[in-house]
């Protein structure tokens, strides 16, 4: 079963284990359609398992439905308070040496260009955020349920399937002059950086970055 609620209803979690989901982390690259198609589970249901995977640098698969925003506080810095189940923190890892060690070649091309255009934007140093998300500064945010934890305020991760883009999704103009992407809870999806215009994206980091708290 589940370690802990993460948000979901007892009933909600039960039927999750009937269809083959026992814990959060069996929740990663699941598929949203075949999700949204058990009983119980809503746009709302898949928002908040998404907001909880994102803590743990994993994610759903497909397309996740987008909902209006309902009044996250985010304020800069760190404050060390967090809720109990959030576990991903800053490591020691090199940024570099993670993106070195990706699966393959094209992927640490793509992690090195995706470095280097967020280090020259933000111009602060990257910081690894559990295994797989780098991170550029930290910020503080409470929910709108009142769940609260340490966070970074713009990054990415390489994954194999897509490359998640963190923090930049509050500008609708320039998301609509980015190129092929979907959009999450929390992040924009990507294939690869060839899909996307490079302007757009290093103008979606600096407004992210200056707009932060």
Not at 59 to 77: D, E, F, N
Not at 111 to 135: A, D, Q
Not at 187 to 208: F, G, H, Q, S, T
Request: charged residues 25%.
């Amino acid at each position: 079963m589940f370690r802990s609620r993460c948000g979901l209803g007892w009933r909600l979690i039960k039927k999750l284990a009937e269809a083959g989901y026992p814990d959060l982390e069996s929740l990663n690259g699941v598929d949203c359609a075949e999700l949204i198609s058990l009983p119980g589970v809503g746009p709302r249901t898949l928002e908040r398992i998404q907001e909880q995977l994102v803590e743990k640098g994993m994610s759903l698969g497909g397309t996740i439905p987008t909902l209006p925003a309902r009044g996250a506080t985010i304020t800069p810095g760190h404050t060390g308070v967090s809720a109990p189940d959030i576990k991903t923190r800053i490591t020691s890892v090199d940024p570099v040496d993670f993106i070195n060690a990706l699966e393959t070649p094209r992927r640490v091309e793509h992690g090195h260009l995706l470095l280097e255009i967020f280090n020259r934007v933000t111009g602060v140093e990257p910081r690894m955020w559990g295994p797989s998300m780098i991170g550029y500064g930290q910020v503080h945010y409470v929910s709108h349920t009142g769940r609260e934890g340490d966070w970074f305020a713009v990054g990415f991760s390489p994954r194999k399937a897509k490359i998640s883009l963190y923090g930049l999704e509050g500008d609708e103009n320039l998301l609509a002059q980015l190129g092929k992407h979907t959009r999450g809870v929390g992040c924009v999806y990507i294939n690869k950086p060839e899909d996307v215009r490079l302007d757009v994206l290093e103008d979606m980091i600096r407004v992210a970055w200056a707009g932060q708290g």
